[in-house]
């Protein structure tokens, strides 16, 4: 799997992180949602230059140019809830797109232990496109993992792009190992180094899903 992790060069998406972590000003939640949106943006843009191009000869009103356009069928898939603004964001970017939706929540069996349901799936056909899977947060792994799982009932993609604002050195670790067999690209905004007993990242941000749009019952 190759990992491309943005922080690691300076730029404004630091910024933006930043709000989105610092617990003064993650709880606007409308310049929350606007944050994720524009990381998505930042990495839509940095994913496009890793995609297939070919040549056009465009008409301008005086004249013809030859230049390259990207030929890549991409399917945008996301999360239910937090994947949200982060998909849009790359919808932004990426605005021919197909659109996937996956729904996927913890069921907490007690303070501590959950399982992950998938409960709600919206898909085209993924065969021979490329799938960006959008999630802000890469915990354990294991909603990525079984919404990857969902996705792939719907045809056989060219490559996979994980796309994450925060993932755990543990999810990395958990995506490597249990899919070495397919051919994935993660691009995260920050790695973070570890999770608490109730696999929330940290120092992470909190709850994104919450942050976005409130706590839910
Ligand atoms: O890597 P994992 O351990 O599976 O955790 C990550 C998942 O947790 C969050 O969703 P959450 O379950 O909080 O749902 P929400 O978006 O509705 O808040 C997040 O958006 C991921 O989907
Ligand atoms: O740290 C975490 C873990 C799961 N979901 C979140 O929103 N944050
Ligand atoms: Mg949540």
Redesign the pocket.
Known sequence: MTIHNLSEQNSLLNQFLKEIRHVDIQTDRMRFRHNIERIGEVMAYEISKTLAYRNEDIPTPLGTINMPVSGESIVLGT?????LPFHNGFLHYFDHAENAFVS???KYKDALKFD?FIEYIASPSITEKTLIIT??????????ELAIGALLTKGTPAHIHIATIISSQP?IDYVQAHMENTNITLWTAAIDPALNEH?YIIPGLG????LA?GE?L
């Not at 999360?79 to 994947?83: E, K, P, S, T």
């Not at 709850?207 to 919450?210: I, T």
């Open positions: 999360i239910l809830r937090a994947g996927a929540y913890r992950i999630d802000p947060m890469l915990a354990t792994g294991s909603s990525m999810a696999s709850d994104a899903g919450d749009y839910k």
